[in-house]
């Protein structure tokens, strides 16, 4: 599987944006789907996931009620919604794959992709 992550830039605080994570293959919908994030000089961090047919979801207690995350498998694609934005949500967010369940660490996650900046300024 390979992921295209798009749909970072430059937001204000409280505004919203929205990413997308494209996957090749045809086993997308078999796949469980993260999304994490690495702030400068801080190590990556979980900020929400998504079962395989989209009927759980999980997320960090940091972005809880602000960023809500989804996926489309007809488009082997999973999103992040992100409202209410805040400078400290300034990251590279990746997205990633793990063929077992969901995994909310680093370490477990099979694919990755390769990161799209958000910057929020203040």
């Given at each position: 599987?390979?992921?295209?992550?798009s749909?970072g830039?430059?937001?204000?605080?409280?505004?919203?944006?929205?990413?997308?994570?494209?996957?090749?293959?045809?086993?997308f919908?078999?796949y469980?789907?993260?999304?994490f994030?690495?702030?400068?000089g801080?190590?990556?961090?979980?900020?929400?996931?998504?079962?395989?047919n989209?009927?759980?979801?999980?997320?960090?207690?940091?972005?809880?009620?602000?960023?809500?995350?989804?996926?489309?498998n007809?488009k082997?694609?999973v999103?992040?919604q992100?409202?209410s934005?805040?400078?400290?949500?300034t990251a590279?967010?990746?997205?990633a794959?793990?063929?077992?369940?969901?995994v909310?660490?680093?370490?477990g996650?099979?694919y990755?992709?390769?990161g799209?900046?958000?910057?929020v300024?203040s």
């Amino acid at each position: 599987v390979q992921l295209q992550a798009s749909g970072g830039g430059l937001v204000q605080t409280g505004g919203s944006l929205r990413l997308s994570c494209a996957a090749s293959g045809r086993t997308f919908s078999s796949y469980a789907m993260s999304w994490f994030r690495q702030a400068p000089g801080k190590e990556r961090e979980f900020v929400a996931a998504i079962s395989w047919n989209g009927g759980s979801t999980y997320y960090s207690d940091s972005v809880k009620g602000r960023f809500t995350i989804s996926r489309d498998n007809a488009k082997n694609t999973v999103y992040l919604q992100m409202n209410s934005l805040k400078p400290e949500d300034t990251a590279v967010y990746y997205c990633a794959a793990s063929r077992m369940a969901v995994v909310t660490t680093v370490v477990g996650n099979d694919y990755w992709g390769q990161g799209t900046l958000v910057t929020v300024s203040s």
